[in-house]
Antibody, heavy 118, light 107 residues
């Protein structure tokens, strides 16, 4: 069964850091790009970041560029999102997705919640 | 950045109706458009890729069309389980922005 399982969410103070993980199973991990999408409470979906199969191409939303960093470890079938300089506006459920250049995203994880608050 | 303008923000319809949601891209993105469905408290579900191709297991009542800057999602014969929020997304170039979403509610 194809599965993505996120972890690493939690409550953090403004200015703090977190590292989210996305463990993949049931498919050949390095055949796919990986993405992170978030959803603030009561709001719509926001694409946050994506990377290709070998980390050579990475993209970021304007709202997180310079603060967040995406990377993957194909030997561990895991993608990561490093969140630095967190703000209240980063409070959201963070979803991990897989995708391809031609077919976009197809599989989603169940999400992990990040709360930035003092 | 490529912006996706989705309309309407909300849509009221009855069981059995057919509805259409539109998305406009701020520049030509060929057919690099996807559509997603999200129900309250759940992760989104992928419906359509490449503007008009259905993901495996998605019923044929969902259809997508368009190319360039104008795209539509049509849902036929609405059933209670179809009332949800729908999002378009472009994946032509980073950042892969979503539309604002359309909440489909029962009339």
């Amino acid at each position: 069964e194809v599965q993505l399982v996120e972890s690493g969410g939690g409550k953090v103070w403004p200015g703090g850091s977190l590292r989210l993980s996305c463990a993949a199973s049931g498919f050949i991990f390095d055949d796919f790009a990986m993405n992170w999408v978030r959803q603030a409470p009561g709001k719509g979906l926001e694409w946050v970041s994506g990377c290709n199969w070998n980390n050579s191409s990475r993209g970021y939303a304007d709202s997180v560029r310079g603060r967040f960093s995406i990377f993957r470890d194909n030997s561990k079938n895991t993608a990561y999102l490093q969140l630095n300089s967190l703000r209240a506006g980063d409070t959201a459920v963070y979803y991990c997705t897989r995708g391809t250049r031609t077919d976009g995203m197809d599989v989603w994880g169940q999400g992990t919640t990040v709360t930035v608050s003092s | 950045d490529i912006q996706m303008t989705q309309s309407p923000p909300s849509l009221s319809a009855s069981v059995g109706d057919r509805v259409t949601i539109t998305c406009r891209a701020s520049r030509d993105i060929s057919n690099f458009v996807a559509w997603f469905q999200q129900k309250p408290g759940q992760a989104p579900k992928s419906l359509i890729y490449s503007a008009s191709s259905l993901h495996s297991g998605v019923p044929s009542k969902f259809s997508g069309s368009g190319s360039g800057t104008y795209f539509t999602l049509t849902i036929s014969n609405l059933q209670p389980e179809d009332f949800a929020t729908y999002y378009c997304q472009q994946y032509k170039a980073y950042p892969h922005n979503f539309g604002q979403g359309t909440k489909l509610v029962i009339k």
